[in-house]
């Protein structure tokens, strides 16, 4: 595997992790808790800042290099990249309804949990078919040289959260996923 296509695998092990956090923090939500927003709200901002600013940019590189060459995978590559605009839709008005919840906004409980499995759902379902059709394709159809080109020309930004030591603008999804590392 090349590195841009192993940066964006790691990408994907760890929104599935984060991904597994927000679904504990729904249920809690489903069963009439009070989760903890701020955290909610901290990992849509994470989401919106390294998904939508750097993941799927770099995905929608390659995506249209492949569509640059003849073959197959067409339609698969432009549907994933419509779904990268989907997606940002959908973390926005996640996040936007999470903040009117913590400003006290009446909003419907079952409206915004609705939100989240569908962010949830449909984030899993785009993943899996990256990986298992998306990724493959690129790798049969593009050159080691084309790889090069790709890999600079993608965001090089590293992960606010999981890049760092001890981030501090991430810090309640840090102490998290440390507390789950070590439970």
């Avoid at 090349?2 to 092990?13: M, S």
């Avoid at 492949?66 to 073959?71: D, I, K, N, R």
């Avoid at 949830?120 to 790889?147: D, G, K, N, T, V």
Wanted: proline share 4%; glycine share 6%; net charge negative.
């Amino acid at each position: 595997m090349n590195d841009l296509l192993e940066r964006l695998g790691q990408d994907h092990r760890r929104l599935a992790q984060l991904m597994r956090l927000l679904e504990g923090l729904l249920d809690e939500f489903r069963d009439g808790l009070e989760p903890d927003y701020e955290l909610m709200c901290e990992l849509m901002e994470y989401l919106i800042d390294y998904e939508d600013r750097v993941h799927h940019p770099s995905e929608d590189l390659i995506f249209e290099r492949v569509l640059a060459e003849v073959g197959p995978g067409h339609a698969l590559l432009t549907q994933l990249m419509q779904q990268h605009q989907s997606l940002m839709q959908l973390n926005r008005r996640f996040k936007e309804s999470l903040e009117g919840i913590v400003h006290e906004e009446v909003l419907r409980r079952d409206e915004v949990e609705r939100q989240g499995r569908a962010l949830i759902a449909q984030l899993r379902e785009h993943m899996r078919l990256e990986e298992e059709r998306a990724f493959p394709l690129a790798l049969a159809s593009l050159s080691e040289a084309a790889w090069s080109e790709l890999l600079a020309a993608a965001p090089n930004v590293e992960d606010p959260l999981f890049g760092q030591q001890d981030p501090e603008r991430f810090r309640m999804i840090y102490k998290q996923l440390k507390l789950g590392r070590e439970g």
